[in-house]
C-alpha cells in the first residue's frame, strides 16, 4: 500500500511538472500573408498558386523561458517563402514545401536567449522553419490588441506589420469568412485588416512591400 502511495505521488509530481512545462511561455502573436486569410471562395480561387507564397510571423513574448531560459520582453519573426500559396484549405490543394525561411531575433537577446528564441519558432513552425537560411539580429517592437484588431510590429529595417480591425466596407461579396487559418496554434485568434506588411532583407528569393489586403491574423500563445 506504501509503496502504492508513493509511486502515485511520482506519477503526480511528473504530471505536474509536465503542465508547467506546458504552460511555460505566453505573449503576443501576429502574422500577415500576401494573400487573403479572410475571403471568400471565389476571390481565393483566384489567389490559388497565384498570392501568398509569402508570410510573416511574429511573437512577442510577455513572459516566461523556453529550454530553461528566460525570455521575457524578447521578440522574434520568422519570414518565409514557399513553393505554393501558404494557405491549408481542405477545398483547396496546394504544396507550399519546401518553404525557405529567415528568422529574425531581436537584437536584445543574449547568446543563449537567441539559440532559444531559434529553438523556440522551430518547435512552434517545424515545417516553415525547416529550411531557415539566416538568423539575423535586429530590434524588434511588437504591440497588439487582438480584440481592437489593431496591431503593430516592426523589426528593425527589414520587416514590418500594421493592422486596423476589419469592417464591413471590408465585405466585397458578402460570403467572406477565415478561409485560410493562422499558420501555426494561437489563441484568441483575430483577422485583421494589413495597412502595411513588408519584408525588405536578405536571403529569401522575394521582398514585397504591400498597403492593404485581408490577410493578417493577431492572437496570443501559451506553450
Known amino acids: 500500500m506504501r509503496r502504492s502511495l508513493v509511486y502515485g505521488l511520482g506519477l503526480l509530481v511528473l504530471c ?3 503542465t508547467l512545462h506546458a504552460s511555460q511561455i505566453s505573449g503576443e502573436y501576429i502574422e500577415s500573408r500576401t494573400c487573403d486569410v479572410y475571403t471568400g471562395p471565389c476571390f481565393a480561387n483566384g489567389q490559388i498558386g497565384q498570392a501568398g507564397r509569402e508570410a510573416l510571423m511574429a511573437w512577442k513574448v510577455d513572459k516566461g523561458s523556453w529550454n530553461d531560459v528566460d525570455l521575457t520582453g524578447l521578440g ?5 517563402n514557399a513553393q505554393d500559396t501558404l494557405g491549408f484549405n481542405p477545398s483547396f490543394a496546394v504544396n507550399p514545401y519546401p518553404v ?3 528568422i529574425l531575433v531581436d537584437s536584445n537577446a543574449s547568446s543563449e536567449q537567441r539559440d532559444a528564441l531559434v529553438a523556440f519558432v522551430k518547435e512552434s513552425t517545424p515545417k516553415l522553419s ?3 537560411v539566416r538568423v539575423d539580429s535586429v530590434p524588434i517592437t511588437l504591440i497588439n490588441d487582438h480584440l481592437a484588431g489593431h496591431g503593430h510590429l516592426v ?3 527589414v520587416a514590418k506589420i500594421e493592422t486596423r480591425a476589419m469592417s464591413k466596407k471590408d465585405c466585397v461579396c458578402t460570403n467572406e469568412a477565415v478561409f485560410y487559418p493562422p ?3 494561437i489563441s484568441n485568434s483575430q483577422p485583421a485588416y494589413a495597412l ?3 519584408f525588405e532583407g536578405e536571403g529569401l528569393t522575394s521582398t514585397w512591400d504591400l498597403n492593404g489586403g485581408r490577410s493578417a491574423f493577431l492572437g496570443t500563445f501559451r506553450k
Open 196 to 198: 502595411k506588411a513588408s
Open 100 to 102: 525557405t525561411s529567415v
Open 155 to 157: 523589426a528593425g529595417k
Open 130 to 132: 525547416d529550411k531557415v
Open 16 to 18: 505536474a511538472g509536465n
Open 76 to 80: 522574434v519573426v520568422l519570414v518565409m
Open 183 to 185: 499558420l501555426t496554434k
